[in-house]
């Protein structure tokens, strides 16, 4: 599949809204979100200096999500994809520009605000997975309730009912190393799920899985999305990307391109055949 062989028509899809509403949003310098849009990104650029030379890692990348879309970024190697998952993230601040997380300015907040907005609007999923390797599955999912100060029965009944919404209830008592991959990878899906966040972010989540696991992380990521979850995962792989709703391409720190899909399409979700450009 081909990503470049799609259009970006300027029309309403399954409720992403418009791309001039995306621009307008952009344009409002200064000026708080509303609460349908979950980021908003005006000129974000991340520098980093090293040893007096300058990496422009980001340079002015403006973006707009709304709740509930499922969005995949990709680009090639350098292109900023873990730079900008970063900022979404909280973890990091930009050189300039303004990001809006779910109406909160983050690109002003100071290290202590930043990381309770983190706990509080973002749950990770990573690459390798990041699971403690001596905790059952339970108590991996409890962790990070732990540090949120929930008591410990609410903690066990709410890492329950994460582990049973990624089909894991069975598992809950098994080591990392008594998994599967792929129901490792569900395990940390659940974590990243448990603070119930506004954004579930992924860098590469099936990076480390074979293509038959993949689908399956796919498939939970799916489900997710149609329950409402927001969802930004960074890939490198079309067949990965082709899950979601909406594919932005990074280009040497800018947005390539951003394409939006009809929801349920067909031809798409089964990751068979080149996907159909949204109608308009
Ligand atoms: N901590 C850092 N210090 C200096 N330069 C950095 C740092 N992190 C990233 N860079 C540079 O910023 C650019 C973007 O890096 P980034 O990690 O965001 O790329 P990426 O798109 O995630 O790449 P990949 O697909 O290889 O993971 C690269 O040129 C990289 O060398
Ligand atoms: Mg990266």
């Not at 990496?55 to 990348?61: E, N, P, Q, T, Y």
């Not at 940390?188 to 799920?193: N, P, T």
Request: glycine fraction near 10%.
């Amino acid at each position: 599949m081909s990503l470049d062989t799609l259009v970006m028509p300027d029309a309403e899809v399954a409720g992403l809204g418009t791309t001039a509403e995306r621009r307008a949003v952009i344009a409002q310098a200064g000026a708080v979100p509303s609460r349908e849009w979950v980021i908003v990104a005006r000129g974000l650029t991340r520098l980093y200096d090293m040893g007096g030379e300058t990496v422009r890692a980001l340079r002015g990348v403006d973006l707009a999500i709304r709740r509930n879309e499922y969005v995949a970024i990709m680009g090639p190697s350098g292109s900023g994809k873990s730079t900008l998952m970063n900022l979404i993230g909280c973890l990091d601040t930009p050189s300039q520009g303004e990001y809006w997380l779910n109406g909160h300015q983050v690109s002003k907040m100071t290290d202590n605000e930043l990381a309770r907005i983190r706990n509080r609007e973002i749950g990770f999923v990573f690459q390798t997975f990041n699971l403690l390797p001596r905790a059952t599955a339970l108590h991996n999912v409890e962790l990070p309730l732990v540090y949120a100060g929930v008591s410990a029965s609410e903690r066990r009944t709410r890492a329950r009912e994460a582990l049973e919404r990624v089909q894991l209830g069975e598992r809950m008592l098994h080591r990392p190393n008594e998994l599967s991959g792929g129901q490792r990878q569900r395990v940390a899906i659940a974590r990243a799920l448990v603070n119930r966040p506004s954004i579930l972010l992924a860098d590469e989540p099936t990076g480390n899985l074979d293509s038959g696991t993949s689908e399956e992380i796919m498939r939970v990521f799916g489900e997710l999305a149609e329950q409402g979850q927001t969802v930004i995962m960074v890939t490198h792989e079309a067949e990965i990307a082709a899950h979601a709703r909406r594919v932005i391409v990074l280009r040497d720190g800018l947005v390539a391109s951003d394409d939006r899909y009809a929801d349920g399409d067909p031809s798409r979700r089964d990751g068979r055949g080149d996907p159909r450009p949204a109608a308009g």
